[in-house]
């Protein structure tokens, strides 16, 4: 195993449209995060999930957001109706139940809304 | 809640002088401490952790961090830095195993000059 995968690695769209990005976890890691990162931040925590079920949702997360983890496999982040601020990089990270909470992150994927 | 501040945005160094990145951070509770390393249009990769024991921690790379609960700090240290430790550096934290989220920091531009 490579370690955490991200597919597409770049999107640009134009407001408005709804986008859907795919991240590939560590074969045995039962836990996959979704964070956001901006130019000159650190990331930001979206939502994380433990096999298939989607334990804890930021705030920052709107309505507009989707993820989903069917089979507790890979799992995909969908942005409907995009906005401007929605221009950031998305990172992919997964881990081990029971572990030190130590998080492998793929290389992300960047949105660039038009 | 907890929360993370590094208080170098950014940290230009010479080649083989010492380094030290500075992390504080504030919570209610025990926590595990990380650092992670970004090198340009890479993911995360884990440098080091805390989660209990010595309070001085040895990564990757030769560099090491010594946690100090009294000062709610986890600096980060290398004695002789290399070109390519250019790159941006996040500290993180968790609440522990199983807590789910890490919290990071905006993150430290260490840019080494020959």
């Known amino acids: 195993d490579t370690g955490v995968s991200q597919d597409p690695r770049h999107k640009i769209t134009k407001r408005g449209q709804n986008v859907t990005f795919r991240c590939d976890p560590i074969?045995?890691?039962?836990?996959l995060y979704w964070y956001r990162q901006t130019l000159g931040q650190g990331p930001e925590f979206l939502t994380y999930?433990?096999?298939?079920?989607?334990?804890?949702k930021s705030r920052l997360l709107s309505d507009r957001f989707s993820a989903e983890r069917p089979k507790g496999s890979f799992s995909t982040l969908e942005i409907q109706r995009t906005e401007q601020g929605d221009s950031a990089m998305y990172l992919c990270?997964?881990?081990?139940?029971?572990?030190?909470?130590?998080?492998?992150f793929g290389p992300g994927t960047r949105l660039t809304v038009t | 809640a907890q929360s993370v501040t590094q208080l170098d945005s950014q940290v230009p160094v010479f080649e083989e002088a010492p380094v030290e990145l500075r992390c504080n951070y504030s919570s209610s509770v025990s926590v595990y401490l990380f650092w992670y390393v970004q090198y340009p249009n890479q993911g995360l990769q884990l440098l080091l952790k805390y989660l209990s024991g010595s309070t001085l921690v040895k990564g990757i790379n030769g560099f090491e961090a010594e946690f100090n609960k009294s000062q709610t700090s986890f600096h980060l240290r290398k004695p002789s830095v290399h070109i390519s430790d250019t790159a941006e550096y996040f500290c993180?934290?968790?609440?522990?195993?199983?807590?789910?989220?890490?919290?990071f920091g905006d993150g430290t531009t260490l840019t080494v000059k020959p």
């Open positions: 999930f433990q096999n298939e079920a989607q334990l804890e």
């Open positions: 990270a997964s881990s081990s139940r029971g572990g030190t909470d130590e998080q492998y």
């Open positions: 993180a934290v968790s609440r522990g195993a199983n807590a789910g989220k890490s919290t």
């Open positions: 074969s045995e890691h039962n836990r």
